[in-house]
């Protein structure tokens, strides 16, 4: 299945949670827009791309059950709905364009309220099929930089769990495996929450993808020993200029590639671009609960009352990044005039 769906006869979004994986397969059923949102807060959903399906979807919702009798009193009841769904996670910027585009192209089409209802559960649907075809041509173009026998480093979870469907970077991974290339992936733990270790481990197994799980520490010594030629990662938001904002310690594993001359690969749809900001300096970085970093599953691991830090992602300076791999192409230095380029294809 895919990672979220709506259920349009029933007027529900199903989604995996994934929150109990790998242990447990469980799907979690939202009847509102609000339960939507809970759901990208708590990180039932995750994944710049999937929470952006996910806000679409949640604005199909309110749209559902919004009982505006005219246009304007329903277009009012989704700006209310998209505030609060906008406001669960700031750093991804696809959850921000999704609800851009829904409510954009609501206003657009000037439909009566009946007409409007049915055009926003449409166009969020559109979206997502959309998602699904992007993500399998990042892949061919992603795949292509893949060499059989290449070892890959990948970080947090970049799968089809992160997307509707197939997946940016853990897509391209799997995508150079089922086209018979050889390879193998280290995958970074990735704490605090352990998206390498539960999900994008869990996503190999099922591909049949050979495998090492790493110690988000053990990124550096596996480079500087040569075990690893490629890394991939996704992204959560692009700057202009190329910096690239990802999980936390995305970052560090770039710094350590690019001083051993391993190219470092981030992989996204356009829509995860934002041409509005100069540079990643600009980008908001997500301020996560300290339970997080201080407990694995409701078991302290640190002394009560310590004081934490737990930014949910980093910036990667554009310098350390060898190129980004959208739908439309790869993009190589210098990103500002080439960026400039794709985005207007």
Not at 249 to 265: E, L, M, S
Request: glycine share 8%.
């Amino acid at each position: 299945m895919r990672t979220i769906e709506l259920d349009v006869k029933r007027g529900i979004v199903k989604m995996i949670d994934q929150r109990q994986l790998p242990h447990q397969f469980e799907i979690v059923e939202c009847r509102d827009w609000r339960a939507v949102a809970d759901a990208i807060k708590e990180m039932t959903i995750r994944g710049a791309p999937a929470i952006g399906a996910a806000a679409a979807f949640g604005l199909a919702l309110a749209a559902r059950e919004s009982r505006a009798t005219t246009r304007d009193d329903l277009l009012n009841d989704l700006d209310a709905a998209a505030r609060g769904l906008r406001a669960t996670r700031p750093t991804a910027v696809n959850l921000a364009w999704a609800l851009d585009r829904v409510v954009g192209a609501a206003r657009a089409a000037n439909l009566d309220a009946n007409g409007t209802r049915e055009f926003i559960v449409a166009e969020a649907q559109r979206l997502a099929d959309e998602d699904v075809e992007i993500n399998r041509a990042m892949a061919q173009h992603g795949a292509a930089l893949i060499e059989d026998g290449d070892s890959v480093l990948t970080h947090c979870n970049a799968g089809a769990l992160a997307t509707v469907d197939v997946g940016t970077a853990l897509g391209v991974i799997i995508e150079a495996h089922r086209q018979g290339k050889k390879i193998h992936v280290f995958v970074d733990e990735t704490r605090p929450r352990l998206q390498g270790a539960r999900l994008t481990a869990w996503e190999l197994t099922q591909a049949g993808v050979p495998m090492t799980l790493i110690a988000d520490n053990a990124a550096g010594f596996y480079m500087r020993r040569g075990k690893i030629q490629k890394c991939f990662v996704g992204s959560d938001r692009v700057a202009a200029n190329g910096d690239v904002a990802n999980k936390i310690g995305t970052y560090k594993n770039a710094v350590v590639a690019h001083a051993n001359g391993i190219p470092f690969y981030a992989v996204m749809p356009t829509s995860t671009i934002d041409m509005n900001l100069a540079n990643g300096d600009l980008i908001p970085i997500e301020e996560r609960d300290a339970r997080e970093v201080t407990h694995i599953e409701g078991m302290p691991i640190a002394p009560e009352g310590v004081r934490v830090g737990n930014p949910a992602f980093d910036v990667t300076p554009h310098q350390y990044i060898t190129a980004l791999v959208t739908e439309r192409g790869v993009v190589y230095p210098p990103f500002v005039e080439n960026l400039n380029k794709i985005m207007t294809l």
